[in-house]
């Protein structure tokens, strides 16, 4: 296996007595695509800062291609970073923003003027180089800010929530550019989000961010259909907890007892199992199966219907079990059950043992 081109070690940073980062390891691929995904405050911007040089780690250590980057001043990494704000220089123009970090490197001027072509039509702004920031909306502006963390080649691009500040729809459009110029230029990016929805749409591969340590690593498909934790089983994608008790569990896989229902073998179980012990069962709404009566052999949980609420293309069923815990299902549209259902119908909600997860 070739060298990881960027590697984090044992990443912690203290700021007096709060511990904002706690022990981040992490291998980057060239070329990739890798997402911080956490809530606030859970040391995704802090560890973006360290990899930048604005910060210096309490301990750990980062290399790029092998080499530590901690001896480097942050304005000799040659790293781009674009944030959350729009950190343009006013009362320079577009091509002078985009020229700037060429004109530091002291290249030559015919050399800047054609980056500075080159990087308009990269995000789209050609014919906008003479324009003053503040006479460009908040997504053109985040444009040029990528140019220019763009126009001296840098090895990695960070990037700092940097669509939070704008509407859904721009939103959703320059995920879009940032794809594909992510696909178009090969810069290896790390990119911070609190959105998951933002980080499965853009990532090769997400980190997902808990107080300070990284959960699980992986991509959106195996977050989903693999979560390590119950946090990160909450963060990606829709799921309810339905408390079980463990009954025996060997080899990753556990038998559980439910209310309401038989004893369940074979269920994927995370954490620290012990028999005996009280776990919760974690199910998805768009794996459940709706069942108007009682399945002859089938795992199901027997449930009564509180709220049916349609979503255009699909329907949301809100359901409760007996002792009151809530538990969705989701329809597609056109769900032949659909018509005859109402609220306070008793219901069956089947699932595949080895489709849901234990976590203790
Ligand atoms: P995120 O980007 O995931 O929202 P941060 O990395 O900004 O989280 O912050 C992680 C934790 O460290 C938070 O509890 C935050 O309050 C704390 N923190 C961040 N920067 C500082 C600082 N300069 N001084 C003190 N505490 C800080
Ligand atoms: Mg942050």
Redesign the pocket.
């Known amino acids: 296996m070739s060298k990881p081109f960027l590697q984090i070690r044992g990443i912690r940073k203290e700021?007096?007595p709060?511990t904002?980062?706690h022990d981040v390891n992490l291998d980057v691929a060239q070329g990739e695509f890798l997402t911080f995904l956490?809530?606030?405050?859970?040391?995704?911007?802090?560890?973006l800062y360290i990899l930048a040089g604005f910060e210096a780690p309490t301990r750990g250590d980062i290399l790029l291609n092998g080499e530590t980057l901690l001896s480097t001043p942050s304005h000799k990494r040659n790293i781009g970073m674009v944030f959350q704000r729009y950190t343009l220089f006013p009362h320079l123009t577009v091509g002078e923003n985009i020229a700037f970090p060429l004109k530091v490197r002291r290249l030559p001027k015919a050399e800047i003027d054609a980056k500075v072509r080159d990087m308009l039509k990269l995000v789209r702004l050609e014919g906008f180089e003479d324009r003053k920031p503040a006479q460009m909306s908040g997504g053109q502006q985040q444009r040029v800010a990528l140019a220019r963390a763009l126009a001296y080649d840098p090895p990695v691009l960070l990037m700092?929530e940097p669509l939070s500040a704008l509407d859904k729809k721009l939103r959703e459009e320059i995920q879009h550019e940032i794809r594909r110029i992510h696909q178009q230029t090969e810069v290896t990016i790390l990119y911070?989000t609190?959105d998951q929805e933002e980080a499965l749409r853009l990532s090769d591969r997400i980190a997902v961010?808990s107080k300070?340590v990284i959960d699980q690593i992986g991509t959106g498909p195996e977050l989903y259909a693999n979560p390590a934790t119950r946090f990160v089983a909450e963060f990606i994608g829709d799921s309810d907890f339905l408390p079980c008790d463990l009954v025996t569990a060997a080899n990753g896989k556990a038998e559980i007892a439910l209310a309401g229902t038989t004893v369940i073998p074979n269920v994927p179980v995370h954490g620290k199992p012990v028999a005996g012990g009280k776990a919760a069962l974690m199910l998805r709404p768009e794996r459940l199966r709706l069942m108007r009566s009682a399945p002859g052999g089938a795992t199901a949980v027997p449930v009564t219907i509180s709220d049916i609420t349609f979503l255009g293309n699909n329907i949301h069923v809100a359901t409760e079990t007996a002792r009151g815990d809530a538990l969705a299902v989701r329809l597609p549209f056109g769900h032949e059950a659909i018509s005859s259902l109402s609220r306070g119908d008793s219901v069956w909600l089947g699932f595949d043992p080895a489709s849901a997860h234990v976590f203790c």
């Open positions: 700021y007096g709060v904002a980062v956490g809530p606030s405050g859970s040391g995704k911007s802090t560890t700092d911070v609190h961010f300070g």
